[in-house]
Nanobody, 121 residues
Framework: QVQLVESGGGSVQAGDSLRLSCAVS???????VGWFRQAPDKEREFVAA??????YYSHFVKGRFTISRDDAKNTVYLQMNSLKPEDTAVYYC?????????????????WGQGTQVTVSL
C-alpha cells in the first residue's frame, strides 16, 4: 500500500522560505509526484509536479518554487522561496504511477494528509 507523508510546513513571514518534504513508501515502480494546495474556501489547485525526466510548475509559483526528488530516499521536495501571503494553504503531495506527470488531481491515486503553510505580512 502506497503511503505519502508530508512535512516541513509552518508559519513564516512574507519573503521567507520553506522546504516541504513528501516521503513515499510502498511504491517500487516508476511514479510521478505532484504538489497541490488548498486555501480556505478555495478549490484545490495544482502547484508543481515531477516525473523521472520532467518538472512543471503553475504560473503563480514558477521562479519561486522548485520541485526535486531524491529517489534513493523516496522523497520529493518542494523548495518555496519568496513566500507570499497568498501562498497560505494546506499543501498536499500526491502520487501518479508511471513516467508522465500531470496537473490534474484526478490523475493521482495516492495522497498525503497535507501540511499547513501560513505566510503573514
Amino acid at each position: 500500500q502506497v503511503q505519502l507523508v508530508e512535512s516541513g510546513g509552518g508559519s513564516v513571514q512574507a519573503g521567507d522560505s520553506l522546504r516541504l518534504s513528501c516521503a513515499v513508501s510502498g511504491r517500487t515502480f516508476t511514479y510521478a509526484v505532484g504538489w497541490f494546495r488548498q486555501a480556505p474556501d478555495k478549490e484545490r489547485e495544482f502547484v508543481a509536479a515531477i516525473s523521472p525526466g520532467s518538472t512543471y510548475y503553475s504560473h503563480f509559483v514558477k521562479g519561486r518554487f522548485t520541485i526535486s526528488r531524491d529517489d534513493a530516499k523516496n522523497t520529493v521536495y518542494l523548495q518555496m522561496n519568496s513566500l507570499k501571503p497568498e501562498d497560505t494553504a494546506v499543501y498536499y503531495c500526491a502520487l501518479k504511477p508511471g513516467i508522465w506527470y500531470s496537473t490534474v488531481a484526478e490523475d493521482f491515486d495516492s495522497w498525503g494528509q497535507g501540511t499547513q503553510v501560513t505566510v503573514s505580512l
